[in-house]
């Protein structure tokens, strides 16, 4: 069974920053692309940022580049995002998926920003 567990959201002030988690199991991670997608308050999910197998090649959406960094460690099976610079637009859920699409993925974590 496929298991994906965000940690390390919260609130953050704008300008602020977050080191953002997820431990996965249940498949051949060290094979497997990894993204990050988020959920804003009444919208629908956005593709943040993949990673592929070996960690060489990342992309990101585009109102997120130059703020935010994708990373993982395939020997703790672990996927990475730090969130730099945050703007209150970036208030969302956050989660840990194993398709861009966001159709498999984890339970999330907030990350709120607010003065």
């Known amino acids: 069974e496929v298991q994906l567990v965000e940690s390390g959201g919260g609130l953050v002030q704008p300008g602020g920053s977050l080191s953002l988690s997820c431990a996965a199991s249940g498949f051949f991670f060290s094979s497997s692309y990894m993204s990050w997608v988020r959920q804003a308050p009444g919208k629908g999910l956005e593709w943040v940022s993949t990673i592929s197998p070996d960690g060489f090649r990342r992309n990101y959406v585009d109102s997120v580049k130059g703020r935010f960094t994708i990373s993982r460690d395939n020997a703790k099976r672990t996927v990475y995002l730090q969130l730099n610079s945050l703007k209150t637009e970036d208030t969302a859920m956050y989660y840990c998926?194993?398709?861009?699409?966001?159709?498999?993925r984890g339970r999330g974590t907030q990350v709120t920003v607010s003065s």
């Open positions: 998926a194993k398709d861009s699409a966001g159709s498999t």
